[in-house]
């Protein structure tokens, strides 16, 4: 049972690239979510989502888009990468909207020169 | 408007007891959890409170007073390992999303 992961784990962006990071849970839960976090802030919120087919914005959505085709992967994608979007980002899915805890993945540290 | 308030960093001495603090002002509230997260790494659950009063997990312990918009987490017993950011976050009453704090860095010292 590998949880939360996601690929990749570092990359390095030019401004005005695109990429998608993806995230994969095999733990069979309906709630998967992005966040991003920076030096001093908490962990943000990008963009969710509470089923197959179903997204929905976050507190910070503006310049990502995701998808949620199947169940266990959501992909964030970043269609012209910001050096303002250099961050960790973190995946975590949950299995329903009561008690349970969040699973994190490791996280994907983007930089964008 | 939301926002949860946590100290920034604190320091404490191994095998003593540390308390840290998170108060919040949130739309709604469908629970408080802790998270520690060790440099580099990804957050790991460690307490839920969605009544008010005290849960206790082996060395940690966290409250809630809903009221007060009030928690906090109690380490005991503390180790070298324990070093690391501790987040407190709420999640909203429609229960999809959950609001983080900036952490608390945890320093402990021989």
């Known amino acids: 049972n590998a949880g939360v992961t996601q690929t990749p784990k570092f990359r390095v962006l030019k401004t005005g690239q695109s990429m998608t990071l993806l995230c994969a849970q095999d733990m069979n839960h309906e709630y998967m979510y992005w966040y991003r976090q920076d030096p001093g802030m908490g962990l943000r919120l990008i963009h969710y989502s509470v089923g197959e087919g179903t997204t929905a914005k976050g507190e910070v959505p503006d310049g990502y888009n995701v998808s949620r085709l199947k169940k266990q992967n959501f992909l964030l994608g970043l269609e012209s990468a910001a050096p303002s979007q250099t961050s960790v980002y973190f995946c975590?899915?949950?299995?329903?909207?009561?008690?349970?805890?969040?699973?994190f993945g490791p996280g994907t540290r983007l930089l964008v020169l | 408007g939301q926002n949860i308030d946590q100290p920034t960093e604190m320091t404490a001495t191994e095998g003593a007891i540390v308390q840290i603090n998170c108060t919040y002002q949130?739309?709604?509230?469908?629970?408080l959890f802790w998270y520690q997260q060790h440099a580099g790494e990804a957050p790991t659950f460690l307490s839920y409170n969605v009544l008010d009063g005290l849960e206790e997990k082996g060395r940690f312990s966290s409250f809630l007073s809903r009221s007060k918009g009030y928690s906090y987490l109690l380490l005991k017993e503390l180790q070298m390992k324990d070093s690391a950011s501790y987040l407190c976050?709420?999640?909203?009453?429609?229960?999809?999303?959950?609001?983080f704090g900036a952490g608390t860095r945890l320093f402990v010292k021989a």
């Open positions: 976050a709420v999640r909203n009453t429609g229960g999809f999303k959950t609001i």
């Open positions: 949130t739309s709604g509230f469908n629970g």
């Open positions: 975590a899915s949950t299995q329903r909207r009561g008690g349970e805890t969040q699973y």
